[in-house]
């Protein structure tokens, strides 16, 4: 399963500002990738190795989230 939607959705809940249009974020997401690495893909693909072990989505979620702002 693909959870990119989720993983889009979590991040702009965490991380997009009301004056970023789509360049901005776009640019946002490119730094972010360019600098740790991390795309939505690699997260979506973390989720559902997760889920795929067992542990329920929404606990992949939380320390989804949980990572992504005290990192």
Same mark, same amino acid.
Request: hydrophobic share 30%.
């Given at each position: 399963?693909?959870? $990119?939607e *989720? /993983?889009? =959705?979590?991040?702009?809940d965490l991380?997009?500002?009301?004056w970023m #249009?789509d360049?901005?974020?776009?640019?946002? $997401?490119? *730094? /972010?990738? =360019?600098?740790?690495g991390?795309?939505?893909?690699?997260l979506?693909s #973390?989720i559902e190795?997760?889920v795929?072990?067992?542990y329920?989505?929404?606990?992949?979620?939380?320390?989804?989230?949980?990572?992504l702002?005290?990192?």
């Open positions: 399963m693909n959870y $990119l *989720e /993983v889009d =959705r979590l991040l702009k991380f997009r500002e009301d #249009d360049e901005d974020w776009i640019g946002f $997401l490119e *730094e /972010v990738e =360019r600098t740790s991390i795309t939505p893909e690699r979506s #973390d190795a997760g795929n072990n067992g329920p989505f929404e606990k992949q979620i939380q320390m989804l989230k949980e990572n702002m005290y990192n």
